[in-house]
């Protein structure tokens, strides 16, 4: 099944696809379908892309995130993280970013050249919690999966050094980060390192990848990210981006305002967003 947040009479509502149409449900949103499910309301209404919302928006914690889960992506930027580089990580290597990042699937990326000079595109598959778990064996990992979604990471990547080379602050500017277009229900999907995901900017091919190429797989993701750690449903869990970003290109390429960057992945959709300056200082 694929899960759409809508507006719809002057509202946001969360549906589920249904061919040409979406049948709405009778909850808040999609966190609370995760945590309580729902039922149908009985209202069906005609599917259009103008209607579609983030499928997340209400978040219990910040959003959570891998880096650094694609070797050619790690390798590809060595020697270009300004005096900041490390060896390969043995583990997986997590931070997180502001839920404020979130925008749906065909909004504006903001854009403010006050903020960041080295705007960047990292095209990420992402998860949905279904079911709460602490220290989650590797085995049993999948089971906790709800859906999957997709997400762009856009980051700033002269805030990332400003910063002490901490994550945080480089990634989580308001009203950066596309997320969706829906959440695919994790037995829809079926093995997720079997996803090819694509950025492009302007029609240009900037990534392309599969998630067998990840360097931890997801089930791994989730197991040491639960080791002590409490996951509940509804948490969002990127799962890192492929080789191909601007900040590591020769020469080096950013996000300018006008571009369109679609990320997609055939099993999921497709986001397609425009760079738009917004003052955000």
Sequence with gaps: MRYVMVEHAGR??????????????????????IE?????????????????????????????????NYWDHFEESRGKRQGQDVDRPKHPTFFTKGPDVVI??????????????????????ALVIGKTGRSIPVDQALDHVWGYTLANDVSQRDLQRAHGGQWLKGKSIDATMPLGPWIVTADELGDPQDVQLQCLVNGEVRQDASTRQMAFDIATLISELSFGMTLRPGDLLLTGTPAGIGNAREPQVFLQEGDVVVTRADKIGELRNTVVRQVLS
């Design 12 to 33: 946001e509502r969360p549906g589920v696809l249904d061919g040409n149409s979406v049948l709405l449900l009778e909850a808040t949103d999609l966190t609370a379908v």
């Design 36 to 68: 309580t499910g729902a039922v149908p309301s009985g209202e069906k209404i005609p599917y259009s892309e103008g209607l579609l919302r983030p499928p997340l928006r209400r978040f219990r914690r910040d959003i959570l995130c891998t880096g650094w």
């Design 104 to 125: 749906g699937p065909y909004d504006d990326i903001a854009w403010d050249p006050a903020i960041s000079v080295q705007w960047d595109y990292e095209a990420e598959v």
